[in-house]
Every structure is written in structure tokens, then in C-alpha cells.
């Protein structure tokens, strides 16, 4: 069981970035998926969390109308798209399988995590 997550890089204010998470070894669409993140100092946060039933999703406050989270059940990936992005948004990204909140502690299976750096 694997989670592969990808696509964080150095980007300016303003601009996006698309991170996927790609599973390995299970299926994705039995359990909700989640992006988290954790800067430096801070305790790892529940950025936007996809249900594995519905496909409902939820968004921190600070993220709302800016990441778009979304499964391909068919490639067995959940990508996070990030527009508008702020040097607040900076950290460490990680997607995790489990749920059915957006918790960490309600995920089992954690990706490696992609730096993600918002600066000009």
C-alpha cells in the first residue's frame, strides 16, 4: 500500500500549482482522500478532504474558492488544484487515505509529502 504524492514546486504569489496523489497497491475509491500540509513550527493541518461516496468535499476556510480538489477513480489518482496562491499557503503537502473526516488523525495511510514554496 502506497501513496505517491507529486507536483509541489517553487511558484510567486499568484500563481498555481497542481498536486497529484497516485495510489499503489489499493484502491483509491473506497476511502475518502485528503490533503494535508505542515509548516515548518505548525502542526499538520486538513487542507480539503474528498468522500469516497459522494464525492463531497471539504475545504479549510483559507483555501475556499482557491484549491479544487477532485478523484479520477480511473487512474486510481486525487489531484488538488491551487490557484491564487500566498506565501501563507507555503509547506510541506501530504495526501492521505482514510477519513471519513478531514482529521489526520483519521487517516491511515499517508503519502511522502512535496514541498510546496510560495515566494517572489
Known amino acids: 500500500v502506497q501513496l505517491q504524492a507529486s507536483g509541489g514546486g517553487l511558484v510567486q504569489p499568484g500563481g498555481s500549482l497542481r498536486l497529484s496523489c497516485a495510489a499503489s497497491g489499493f484502491t483509491l475509491d473506497y476511502y475518502a482522500i485528503g490533503w494535508f500540509r505542515q509548516a515548518p513550527g505548525k502542526e499538520r493541518e486538513g487542507v480539503s478532504c474528498?468522500?469516497?461516496?459522494?464525492?463531497?468535499?471539504f475545504y479549510r476556510d483559507s483555501v475556499k474558492g482557491r484549491f479544487t480538489i477532485s478523484r479520477d477513480n480511473a487512474k486510481n489518482t486525487v489531484a488538488l488544484q491551487m490557484n491564487s496562491l500566498k506565501p501563507e499557503d507555503t509547506a510541506v503537502y501530504y495526501c492521505?487515505?482514510?477519513?471519513?473526516?478531514?482529521?489526520?488523525?483519521?487517516?491511515?495511510?499517508w503519502g511522502q509529502g512535496t514541498q510546496v514554496t510560495v515566494s517572489s
Open positions: 492521505a487515505a482514510g477519513g471519513p473526516g478531514c482529521s489526520p488523525h483519521e487517516y491511515d495511510y
Open positions: 474528498i468522500s469516497s461516496s459522494d464525492g463531497s468535499a
